[in-house]
């Protein structure tokens, strides 16, 4: 009989300086079960630890949405699962949480999570499927007591250098939410039009340059060189601005950066389509007197979000909205630099 030859010891990657820089290479962050306390000084520090999700506003989403035992509720957006496990932790056993998401990877590792937490399928059930499918789901469920939608992207996409969501390390420019699903960020750019991706830059993040970044972009392409990597696109970025004075090139190119990622994330998930889709089917899938709280963190949504709601709330349908936005204390915001561009919305069903 054949013994089978052991496979090599493969030594972790080594790094240089003290604290690893790159994602791959932080491997403690990256088992937070293994090395709780290097993630819980990386969150002292203001930092997010890599694979990890921080939720923001977690007690002015439970103090507004006054979950009880024996209730049904819907978490538009799973990610990492800190919002869904607040929630399910007041239904004490009784009731049940209905989640959706479009990530396989992440949602797969969530609901391992919660299962080990003690949060099986008897309280749970998680759906791979846009949110947008909320009436099928509330169909199934007879309508909802309570419903969180935190429309923000999950640090776990954003700092996976693999998915392309930040323009601060190398890496393929994907930007989708689903790898499985539609074309990538660098697909699109393949085949768009100076007009159009210039149209596309202003409306979905208010881009000030959108006209030179989109003819800078566009070139670039014409020229035989395809920009399928943040690094290109951000070179290009960098070298549209080169004309501004220096005391405000860097900021202006970070913030520049931020805003057309966004756009081009909006648009290759349809991002706009799928919100404006669920605002239209929320009130049906509320039971008499059911709460919802909307996340958002860009003008784009939550000028929609805003809409929708007075919307309803002028038509009857509401008994009661937010007419301003709740933000997250300097508290939080100050341990957690992305809770800052939060704003909450809330309504409450008529009776």
Not at 169 to 194: C, M, Y
Request: charge should be neutral; aromatic fraction near 8%; hydrophobic fraction near 30%.
């Amino acid at each position: 009989m054949q013994q089978e030859t052991p496979k090599p010891h493969k030594r972790r990657v080594r790094y240089k300086g003290k604290y690893p820089k790159k994602f791959e290479e932080k491997y403690k962050e990256l088992n937070p079960e293994k090395y709780q306390d290097t993630v819980e000084h990386v969150i002292r520090k203001g930092n997010t630890p890599a694979g990890m999700h921080i939720s923001i506003m977690v007690k002015e989403i439970l103090d507004f949405l006054k979950i009880q035992p024996g209730e049904t509720g819907f978490d538009a957006t799973l990610g990492y699962g800190g919002h869904t496990k607040a929630m399910m932790e007041c239904l004490h056993g009784e009731g049940h949480m209905y989640a959706t998401d479009v990530d396989p990877e992440e949602s797969a590792k969530t609901k391992k999570r919660l299962e080990e937490q003690g949060f099986g399928e008897g309280i749970l059930t998680i759906k791979l499927q846009n949110f947008c499918t909320i009436d099928e789901i509330a169909k199934e469920a007879g309508g909802f007591d309570f419903i969180l939608a935190d429309l923000g992207v999950s640090s776990m996409q954003i700092d996976n250098p693999k998915r392309g969501f930040s323009f601060r390390a190398d890496g393929p420019l994907d930007l989708r939410l689903n790898q499985q699903k539609g074309i990538s960020a660098a697909e699109r750019l393949d085949q768009i039009s100076r007009e159009e991706l210039a149209g596309m830059l202003y409306e979905n993040s208010d881009e000030p340059y959108c006209e030179e970044i989109a003819k800078a972009i566009t070139d670039e392409i014409r020229k035989g060189n395809r920009i399928d990597s943040t690094t290109k696109l951000r070179t290009v970025i960098e070298n549209t601005l080169d004309f501004l004075p220096e005391k405000e090139k860097k900021d202006t190119i970070r913030k520049t950066c931020q805003r057309v990622f966004q756009a081009l994330r909006i648009d290759v998930n349809q991002e706009f389509e799928v919100l404006y889709e669920f605002m239209e089917k929320l009130p049906d899938a509320l039971k008499s007197g059911g709460r919802v709280a909307i996340l958002t963190f860009h003008s784009g949504e939550d000028k929609l979000v805003k809409k929708a709601l007075k919307a309803g709330y002028k038509a009857g349908i509401y008994s009661d909205y937010a007419k301003d936005v709740i933000r997250p204390s300097m508290q939080e915001c100050a341990q957690n630099g992305r809770a800052r561009s939060t704003k909450m919305r809330w309504a409450v069903k008529a009776e």
